[in-house]
């Protein structure tokens, strides 16, 4: 066993003793061998019992790596200053003659931390930048900075006593989150291809199939308030998973 993974399963197990659980740890193997995320260096992230990497844990990914260069602009077309919504997108090149891997970032006061309330700009760059970044090293785990106002949720209810989280099994959750999912897809005219792949950023998974039944409750009830809320603002989230020819190095 490498140093870095002894010291990383030493610091989660002061940090998060009792959530561990042996697919965590399991996970925590993986993103130190191949990315070496340093839990200790703020890389990494354990909520609600699923690892998240941090924007600090990117960028320092990319500097190991010797990333060329990050591009960010803001995106006026979906941007609205006046309701405090806007939109990124950032393309991080790889090396010189990389054609650039482009992430899309959003944020409104509807999707962000009350914390960060009021700097939505900011927390708009940075998750485009985040995706990008994870794009262009291959990171299958979400960025805490994306999930926004859920993160609250995630720790305020970790000391909370629940029933052990039930696998899926490839079902989304059972018949009735299922039809409540497409329900929703057809209500609001959503793409379903893109949905999916929001779902398993949003559980922090490679696969939709390995999120937990809570998980992906949670997630249609995000997705029905978010559509909801502000279609266009969703829309645009979902777009930033659209595969693109920029997104080749």
Not at 46 to 68: I, K, P
Request: hydrophobic share 35%.
């Amino acid at each position: 066993m490498n140093r870095l993974l002894r010291r990383n399963r030493r610091v989660a197990r002061s940090r998060w003793d009792g959530q561990l659980t042996r697919l965590a740890l399991q996970a925590l193997k993986t993103y130190t061998d191949e990315f070496q995320f340093s839990i200790a260096d703020g890389d990494l992230l354990l909520l609600d019992q699923g690892w998240y990497v941090t924007h600090t844990g990117l960028l320092r990914l990319a500097s190991r790596n010797r990333c060329f260069g990050i591009d960010v602009r803001p995106s006026a077309q979906f941007s609205d200053p006046s309701a405090s919504r806007w939109a990124f997108k950032a393309t991080v090149y790889k090396t010189p003659r990389c054609r650039g891997f482009v992430g899309y970032g959003d944020a409104d006061p509807s999707n962000v931390s009350l914390l960060v309330r009021g700097a939505e700009m900011r927390v708009a760059e940075t998750r485009a930048v985040n995706r990008a970044l994870r794009k262009a090293y291959g990171i299958g785990i979400c960025s805490a900075e994306e999930i926004g106002s859920f993160a609250e949720t995630a720790q305020s209810s970790r000391n909370s006593k629940k029933l052990p989280p039930q696998p899926t099994n490839g079902n989304y959750g059972g018949p009735k989150v299922r039809d409540r999912l497409c329900q929703i897809i057809r209500q609001h005219q959503l793409d379903p291809t893109l949905v999916k792949a929001y779902a398993t950023d949003f559980c922090g998974t490679k696969t939709l199939r390995e999120a937990t039944r809570e998980q992906v409750e949670n997630f249609v009830q995000h997705l029905a308030d978010w559509a909801e809320k502000d279609r266009s603002a969703l829309q645009c989230q979902l777009n930033s998973y659209m595969p693109t020819k920029e997104g080749a190095a």
